[in-house]
């Protein structure tokens, strides 16, 4: 089965420090990637997302990720965090089920920015 | 008003009894999908539709039921609620394969049950 792993259940850093959020994924076909974000309290907003082209892919908020195919990665990066960015981040992947596609999330990793 | 609208937004009720939640959408999309949300497990798919004649099991499908009563409106159901039921359930909408945007899930508020 498909599977998505974030190594980082909780992340802690203070304003201003540079994020990276990893996430891997277990699927051999092609993938649609994606990074989610939810702030307290609110549903699920698309961070970014990456179907083909240019690996390196920008989202709303300063966020960017990396597609590397080799190593069936799709980190989040933000140079520099605010506190506003605290929130949970889900990496998504699209993957074929029964010849539907649909996306598997992975557990989420919890960022807190300290002011 | 919200493009996704999930009703109730909370709900507590008795173990044993039946439960559903709604879920309507102005969006126009074809496709719509059941997430349940467990702190520290991410989101489940639970059931999905890809139109009104097409339903499917998600991941996690055992103890719920679906129906999709019309494109905008897609309905999830816990016959018998039990409390490892208790969770944040996800409406979320999304166009067919092939077009601009497939793929990307555009989420409902949520609705939180808690299952006593």
């Known amino acids: 089965a498909q599977s998505v792993s974030q190594h980082n259940h909780h992340v802690i850093l203070s304003e201003a420090a540079s994020l990276e959020l990893g996430c891997n994924y277990s699927?051999?076909?092609?993938?649609?990637l994606f990074w989610y974000v939810q702030y307290p309290g609110q549903h699920l907003q698309l961070l970014l997302k990456?179907?083909?082209?240019?690996?390196l892919v920008k989202g709303i908020k300063g966020f960017e990720a990396e597609f590397i195919k080799s190593k069936f990665s799709f980190n989040l990066r933000k140079p520099s965090v605010q506190w506003s960015d605290t929130a949970e981040y889900f990496c998504?992947?699209?993957?074929?089920?029964?010849?539907?596609?649909?996306?598997?999330f992975g557990k989420g990793t919890m960022l807190l920015v300290s002011p | 008003d919200a493009d996704v609208t999930q009703t109730p937004r909370n709900r507590i009720t008795k173990t044993g009894k039946r439960i559903m939640l709604e879920c309507s959408q102005t969006?126009?999309?074809?496709?719509m999908y059941w997430y349940r949300q467990d702190p520290g497990l991410g989101l489940r798919l639970i059931y999905y539709?890809?139109?009104?004649?097409?339903?499917n099991k998600g991941e996690i499908s055992d103890g719920y039921s679906v129906s999709r009563q019309a494109q905008a409106k897609f309905s999830l159901s816990l016959e018998s609620a039990i409390p490892n039921q208790t969770a944040l359930y996800f409406c979320?909408?999304?166009?067919?394969?092939?077009?601009?945007?497939?793929?990307?899930?555009?989420f409902g508020a949520g609705s939180r049950l808690t299952v006593l």
């Open positions: 998504a992947v699209s993957t074929m089920n029964s010849g539907y596609s649909t996306l598997t």
């Open positions: 969006k126009g999309h074809d496709r």
């Open positions: 990456y179907f083909s082209g240019d690996p």
């Open positions: 699927y051999g076909g092609t993938v649609n």
């Open positions: 979320a909408t999304s166009v067919k394969a092939g077009e601009s945007g497939a793929n990307v899930l555009t």
């Open positions: 539709s890809f139109d009104v004649k097409d339903i």
